[in-house]
């Protein structure tokens, strides 16, 4: 299965759970630690309960395109930080994002979109920009 990390919580007694799109699943014993929130997963899980409705994740590892965390935005350069910044920010402004786990789905979206971004027009790779006129559309 694959997905969004969306949240972690702790039920009542303790045990933690993961959001991975819009099911909650818990953590098998054997597992040491969850993925971050807001990365790309693969997970398997399992099923339990009395009707079985309940999940239980075996294992998981993050999708191999998606970003690594690595503490900072190593990835980006300045630009393309400057404009997750502004973008994040205009956004929390209008109040489209309201919480900070909105501001972290934002940031992995922008931060995937600009480092696999393709250009509209075919041959043309725009993940460098335009920088000859000749490349231009117009």
Known sequence: ??????ATKTTKRGTPMIQV???????ERELQNFPDVGREVNLE??????????RSITSWS??????????????LDDN?????SNVIGQAVACKTINDCQNVIDWYW???????NRKSPVPGVDDRGGF????NLPF
């Open 21 to 27: 799109g819009d099911q909650w699943y818990f953590k």
């Open 45 to 54: 899980y399992k099923t339990f309960g009395d009707k079985g409705d309940m």
């Open 131 to 134: 920088d000859e006129d000749e």
């Open 109 to 115: 979206k922008l931060h995937d979109g600009l480092l």
């Open 80 to 84: 393309q930080a400057k404009f997750i």
């Open 1 to 6: 299965m694959q997905g969004y990390v969306k």
């Open 62 to 75: 993050y999708m191999s395109n998606a970003a690594k965390p690595s503490g900072n935005a190593s990835s």
